[in-house]
């Protein structure tokens, strides 16, 4: 059983998820570090701009991983229920 084969699983969309949470919290740790050192004048607003993108990127990345840890279990107590 190959749990990432079917296109549109579970696994495969929380996969590309966390992918996805993980570059928007790159992207917006990185416009953090240059307002605050590169452009400290208009700053202000970038940085809570970024401040944002950066929260909600985690709370992709969290939420996704929750689905993998769920269609983990789901998939283990199949594998229990057919053994």
């Given amino acids: 059983m190959n ?20 570059e928007q919290v790159q992207r917006a740790a990185q416009d953090v570090a240059g307002a605050s050192t590169e452009r400290p004048v208009e700053g202000a607003a970038s940085l809570a701009s970024s401040m944002t993108d950066m929260k909600q990127g985690q709370q992709a990345v969290d939420a996704n991983a929750k689905v993998i840890q769920t269609e983990d279990k789901q998939l283990g107590s199949l594998i229990d229920i057919e053994a």
Avoid at 5 to 14: E, N, P, V, Y
């Fill in 3 to 22: 749990i990432g084969s079917t296109a549109g699983s579970a696994f495969t969309t929380a996969s590309y998820g966390v992918s996805q949470g993980t």
